[in-house]
């Protein structure tokens, strides 16, 4: 069995630093592993969120070597022998302590975007929709909110832009209700303003961390700014607008 | 006093999953405050594990079923000890709680003519379970979560309930800690919901996360409430064996649903071999059969072996890898591969795909996987009235896999979803009506409350003792050993002595650092739940002298008839954990001809 060397955030968002710890590894181990029994064997007190560790609920995210990852997805015998990994709690959060972080502001994000509602039945046992509808919405519905697509997100982790861009992650879920084929609601304006969806500039960074692999910048956020724009900055339909003496939007 | 935060609702309610949200959803509808209280983040409980799907017999796929044959299955798959009319009112309203989570946003796969899609499983006649690919459970936590958010339920995340309070014999409050902070929190209502879940995590090889520590059912248990049937403990078959560090991690039943076969290390497809006598002539009795039956011909052919019940399914492969036919990580071989295309595999079952991808390095769609079982759920648990889920303790209410009673012997697949959104809409129905009935919220005494904080606080105040993670260990190891899948009187009376020592081992735990989100300290805590309902598993376990469903003694390998018509029953009497015989209602006689002779 081989050792390897961990370089763990030790601290809260005020003071910490990088505390070393070797830890026995076995074939297939994952970094949340290693975690573990860095809690079992030295620091009881080492702060990890985490659930299913199964990749499916989206908990122990954090940074392995700078890189958004799931702790409980990242194989430790993918990086290469004799070099130590470092295991640093997401950027664009406040630490709470150690690799955890106060992730609230997603949730505070979410409760902005307008509540999907569906239109009438189709039949008395509910509504009539084809897969190939679905699963424009499904892809987006994977979602498994680990907040990394919003760790590496420069408006939020480089311009701090929590309170003017909701972010990728709300994009997604944005998406997931507008491709919803029974959704009646028009969120457009959401977007445009309280949603900020103007401080996106697709770099695509988020769609690459994915651990779901959503395409996100592609196939939620290009879709949704095209239609944003057709309203609000199309110069035919300003005109109109104008002639028409409809407000002056954007 | 600690104390500085309080919170006061009507309706509290423990624990976020799909009982719980569904349990606040029901409770505001009725208008009244509302709080849920979850351990976790939101949208993070188990049941985001769930993958294969939801049962309800909605008789899309197959115009013959309907509540009567989803109530017979589950009645069958249960082994008799079910209660009859939880699962009747389960089989009738599970339709109509799934059909409304459509009109809250969630996205189910649908058939050719538009309409949700159902998926067999084991022990369901026909094709019943509604579902999102491999990922059900996400597709109902999302839109439980999404919907109760936003019709204004108020949500406290990171947040332990540790002790619940009585005043003048009804349930008055409950007293908890933030994760992030450590500081105690407050919480009085005229009703309590719990919707805390099960004890997954007593065991080592499990698919539950540290979240399954019994939590619900120690604190009802301490207020008088009654344990049910904690003996039928589930072993999942199909568990992930290699690499060892996701040992346990849950392959989905939908696998087996799709085609996937179970052969062993000499390629044989054992389990036609294992057909139980109770279902004889309701499985295929060739491969051909099957093949047809998975090819889509489900009218004349019937179904694969391999979609027997869970308990049936886990002893077969136990008794292949004791008979040296084991894979070479001690498993069985799980193959889809062979009956259907890399595409097919790779849109039903997605996270499958990548599960095995990431983790064990294996392509499901060229290669079979290695499973064995797997400690999953818990169908015994805090007694309930079948209509209302009140517990023993007035005002305390219990829904989903915390409460006893709809399960019997052994869950089918699919039950549990539909469990939750059933039971966990009449918990929230009923504590509603009752909330509204109290004058209004009843005071809390300091002292009691001190004593709590004193209790909990003390591993701080000692130094040098035992780490909870090595006590946590220990009693995932004892558990595996004497209390897991093939029992016997030693070494479950062996279980019980060492449990009792580990409760000493508590006692003797320090713990370092701040109270500032400590796992040290959190799994402390955990421990004092999962010890007290280890206990009453074992004791369970030790009562029931026969095997049946989900429990297996080595030492009493039959089914005895003459046991089929009580469950256990742990409770305090005198200070003291004792097991007791509990008998099981009558099922009425229209009941019982549906069950023996069919629809």
Redo the contacts between chains.
Sequence with gaps: MARRTFEVYRGTAAEGKLENYDVEVEPGMVVLDAMFRIQAEESPDLAVRWNCKAGKCGSCSCEVNGKPRLSCMTRISDYPEGESITVTPMKAFPVIRDLVTDVSHNYRANKKIPQFKPRPKDAEDGWRMQQYEVDRAQEMRKCIECFLCQDVCHVLRSHDRHEEFVGPAFMVRTAAFSLNPIDTVDRLEFLKDTGGIGYCNITKCCTEVCPEHITITDNAIIPLKERVVDRYYDPIKALVRMVRGGRKKG | MEIRERHDHDVLVIGAGGAGLRAAIAAQDQGLSVGLVCK???????T??AEGGIAAA?GVVRDEDNWRVHFRDTMRGGKGLNDFRMAQIHAKEAPDRV?EM????A????TD????NQRPFGGHTYARLAH??D?TG??LI?TLQ??A??EGVD?Y?ECTIIKLFVVDGRIAGALGYWR?TGEFVLFRAKSIVLATGGIGKAWKVTSN???YSGDGMAMAYELGAELLGLEFVQFHPTGMV?????RG??VTEGVRGEGGILTNSEGERFMFRYVPEMFMGDYAESEEEADRWVEGDRVNNRRPPELLTRDVVAKAITSEVEAGRGTPHGGAFLNIAAKRSPEYIKKKLP?MY??FK???EVDITQDPMEVGPTTHYVMGGVKVDPETAETAVSGLYAAGEVAAGLHGGNRLGGNSLSDLVVFGKRAGDSAAASAAEQAGLADIPDADLEEAIGESLAPFQRDGGH????VQ?ELQQVMQDKVGIARTATALEEAIQDIRALKGSLKACS????R??????N?WLDLHSLLLVSEAVAMSALGREESRGAHTRIDFPETDPEQSNHNTLVKEEDGRMVAVNDPIPTVPDDLQTLIKEGV
């Excluded at chain 2, 003519?113 to 949700?116: C, N, P």
């Excluded at chain 2, 290699?242 to 996701?246: E, L, Q």
């Excluded at chain 2, 500032?516 to 300290?521: L, R, S, V």
């Design positions: 976790s983040l939101l949208g993070k409980a188990h985001v594990m909605l059909r459509e009109g809250w946003g996205v189910f796969d649908r003519d538009g309409r949700m999102v690919g990922r996400l597709e999302r999404d919907h958010v936003h949500v995340m992030p996360s540290w979240e290699w690499p060892p560090s996701v991690t849950l996270s990548h599960q990431e983790l064990a780490n909870p993670f090595v260990e713990v370092s650092g701040g500032a989100y400590n796992p040290g300290w799994t």
